[in-house]
């Protein structure tokens, strides 16, 4: 049973009732970010129940260092972790000199909480009535600014509703605080300086190890009937800064709290000048207010979504599954730094270290490809680039040579960090994923000078590795890589995975092709490359010999390529034919069972279909998916979105649109019973493409957008927009036909259905 309290809206995501066992559930739904910071919607005011608390700085992490029972060769040193950062939210609150606490009070009603996407903020009102017998009505605000982004706002607003009551705001920051997910319980954070100036407090402190230095800080202006209160106290410690408001209220009349608070970090100001850089930013947000920032906040998210939204008619569920999936992406990452990367979870947990994977690749940069600019896009893609010297210090721990580059699995700063034996050292299909990247972002945007200035490079490293990592086998007389682990993570250590040797023999290929480009049109680039990677044509041949006789297991009998050596020697007994009380398998099953069954994960040798579609027939793709899907359990997040786009390529459109609920309510309905650890934010972008690529079909053939339109039949339409090579082409589908109109400089030829459809600005073409 999935859960099912979040209301159907189009554009909010809305909880009424107040109920303690889904608290965690919530701070995970209802988190907000602006790219550069973002939190988990933990209450402002003090809770006693259980809860997880959770405010994180993007790129700020601490190496825990690892704790494995059974040290190997080659593992890395530490688990990157992103920290739980000062909390600068915190508003105690004092009625008659009782705390306001929602788990202690008498009665909680009329309870509710909204996040706006459409405009950008989060809202939380209840009544209340706590034990001294006083009846309370709160309403708070908060959002966390685009405009500047170091900076959040709250509005607190509290109203008695029985009697007269003497209130106090106790607006606070605490850098005491600990993360959730901790290998030794190290201490994460050192404070050096906690001050108070005037309504403003700044906690000055650095992360150990990493020693990235950060200033919390905060300012409280409270207001009573129109008229600024005078603070009336303050309190400060080695780890705390508070100031105090007291007021007489009376009975319906409302004393509200403004707090504004934030993040300067050392990665953009000089350590010493993190104070008045936090400062500044204050003097600019009080000279404006909280709702003309709040104002701005709308102005900001409209130009967001003005480009990125997904508008579905006649289906409410899917229609807030994909904004609030498009949302949360836009919160993790906006491409305004290329320092930064979208982890897992984003800014709304702890769990996978906040790190970057290859779920950033594969899954991500396509989204930021077709809703922003290719800027965005250049940015993921120059990440990986800064991080190549790492990459080949990683593939030299673990006995590579000449350059060969082995991007980590999961990193902060370009080192492996992940300490999973049979991910760190055999999940080495992320390399492919990289190299996928580059050929996505030229064959979507036409842009080819990432590859000689950057991205030649890139290709150089990891196809030395895929030549290093193969052997020949004398009995295959076939060139075959052994003890690796493919996208399904529930076989570890197998033979000849089929999704990695491929992707390893395109690469290959791929970059053989790309150095005789560079080579002949950008000759400078080309000889600094090669004087750079010292690199000869009897390398490159031995590369070629490697692409052109590698192994790849097939089934005669099935007509399909197998996922790897072996796996027809499985007990071959489908998902339909499981018992229900056996799923998920993940939390019912012991690791020897689940390595022993034929059950998939996620999309694995599909992956590969799905990348490389156009080197494989339709009749191909349809007896791989009826071969793989019935033994797929879909329990990674990065599952449901390739399947789904699988299955509308088919022309299998229930199934589709099922995968597509599937995908795009992941975390609503809480399908995997764990979004209390937070978000699954880089399988949004899988959400994005199972509308786009899936139902609309898009896909760039010899340069050209081409379509091939579909529609759920729950839908009445739907519509989205891609910017095409600085060109903003928006579809809209119905079941009766799909009309296309574009923007910007002249006219655009695109394909529908495989028909040639000349696109003009200003008119509606129907096609």
């Known amino acids: 049973m999935n859960q099912d309290y979040i209301k159907a809206d189009p554009w909010s995501i809305i909880e009424e009732g107040f109920n303690k066992e889904r608290i965690k559930s919530s701070e995970s739904l209802f988190s907000i970010g602006n790219g550069a910071m973002g939190q988990r919607a933990n209450f402002e005011e003090h809770y006693s129940g259980a809860t997880f608390q959770g405010s994180y700085i993007a790129g700020v992490y601490y190496p825990d260092k690892t704790r494995v029972g059974w040290w190997k060769n080659g593992y890395p040193e530490y688990f990157a972790k992103v920290l739980n950062a000062p909390n600068w939210i915190g508003i105690d609150v004092l009625v008659d000199g009782e705390q306001l606490d929602l788990n202690s009070c008498k009665s ?30 709160v309403k708070v605000t908060r959002f966390l600014s685009l405009d500047l982004d ?119 100001h000089e ?46 569920k899917a229609q807030q599954g994909i904004r609030f999936n498009i949302f949360q992406l836009n919160q993790t990452y906006l491409g305004k730094d290329s320092r930064l990367n979208i982890g897992p979870k984003g800014f709304t947990g702890e ?37 190549l010297d790492k990459a080949i210090e990683n593939a030299e721990k673990l006995g ?36 996928f990247a580059i050929f996505n972002y030229h064959r979507f945007t036409g842009d080819y000078s990432y590859i000689p200035k950057m991205g030649l490079e890139v290709l150089i490293g990891i196809a030395r590795f895929w030549h290093q990592r193969v052997n020949f086998s004398e009995d295959k007389q076939q060139y075959v890589m052994l003890g690796v682990t493919g996208p399904n993570e529930y076989e570890n250590n197998i033979n000849n995975n089929w999704y990695t040797n491929y992707l390893a023999k395109w690469c290959i290929d791929y970059t053989l092709e790309q150095l005789e480009v560079v080579e002949k049109n950008y000759p400078d680039d080309y000889g600094r490359i090669k004087a750079k990677t010292k690199i000869t044509p009897e390398e490159t041949a031995d590369w070629a010999k490697v692409a052109n006789n590698m192994y790849f297991p097939f089934s005669e009998k099935h007509e399909v390529f197998l996922q790897q050596d072996g796996f027809l020697d499985k007990e071959m ?30 999309a694995d040798v599909l992956q590969g279909f799905y990348f490389f579609e156009d080197h494989f027939s339709q009749g191909a793709l349809e007896k791989h998916f009826d071969f793989y899907e019935p033994f797929t359990v879909h329990e990674s997040s990065l599952s449901p979105c390739v399947h789904s786009i699988q299955a509308a390529k088919l022309g299998r459109m229930e199934q589709a649109y099922t995968f597509y609920l599937r995908t795009s309510r992941l975390d609503l309905d809480d399908y995997n019973k764990e979004v209390e650890e937070g978000l699954h934010i880089t399988s949004m972008a899988g959400t994005w493409m199972s509308i786009v690529e899936g139902f609309g079909g898009m896909r760039v053939v010899d340069g050209q957008l081409s379509f091939t339109p579909q529609i759920p039949k729950q839908w009445g339409s739907y519509s989205f927009k891609v910017n095409f090579r600085n060109q903003i082409v928006t579809v809209t589908v119905s ?30 073409i129907e096609a």
């Open 150 to 268: 170091e900076l959040g706002a709250i509005q607190y607003e509290i109203t008695p509703q029985n009697q007269n009551a003497k209130i106090c705001f106790m607006p606070y920051l605490d850098s005491g605080i600990t993360n959730e997910d901790s290998n030794w319980d190290d201490k994460f954070w050192n404070t050096t300086k906690v001050q108070i100036q005037g309504n403003q407090a700044f906690i000055e402190s650095h992360t150990m190890k990493t020693n990235f230095a950060t200033c919390t800080f905060m300012q409280a202006d409270a207001k009573y009937n129109g008229n600024e209160v005078e603070r009336k106290q303050e309190t400060t410690n080695e780890l705390e800064a508070s100031i105090e408001f007291e007021q007489n209220v009376s009975k319906g009349e409302t004393f509200t709290l403004i707090k504004l608070g934030g993040y300067t970090v050392s990665q953009n």
């Open 400 to 435: 590579f040579s000449n350059g060969a580059a082995l991007y980590p699995m999961v990193t902060m700063n370009g080192e492996e960090c992940h300490n999973e034996w049979e991910i760190t050292f055999e999940e080495i299909h992320r390399n492919g994923a990289i190299s």
């Open 108 to 137: 909680v009603n009329a309870f509710r909480r909204e996040l706006n996407m459409k405009e950008g903020w989060y809202q939380r009102s209840f009544k209340a009535q706590m034990e001294n017998g006083i009846e309370l009505a």
């Open 735 to 764: 079941e009766k036909n799909t009309s296309f109109e574009i923007t910007g400089d002249g006219g655009l030829e695109i394909k529908v259905n495989g028909n040639s459809v000349t696109l003009v600005p200003g008119k509606n």
């Open 351 to 387: 769990k996978y270290g906040g790190s970057t994977y290859w779920d950033t690749e594969a899954y991500c940069l396509p989204f930021y490809m077709a809703t922003k600019n290719q800027e965005v896009a250049w940015s993921l893609l120059e990440y990986r680039y800064n991080h």
């Open 573 to 602: 007994i489908k998902v339909q034919d499981l018992d229900k009380s056996e799923r998920p398998i993940n939390q019912k099953w012991s690791w020897d069972r689940i390595l022993r069954s034929p059950y998939i994960k996620q």
């Open 271 to 316: 350590a010493s000048q993190l104070v008045n850089a936090a400062k500044t930013v204050l003097k600019q947000a009080s000279a404006m207010g909280f709702e003309t920032l709040l104002e701005k906040q709308k102005v900001a998210w409209g130009k967001i979504w003005e480009m990125s939204d997904i508008s579905i008619e006649g289906d409410v």
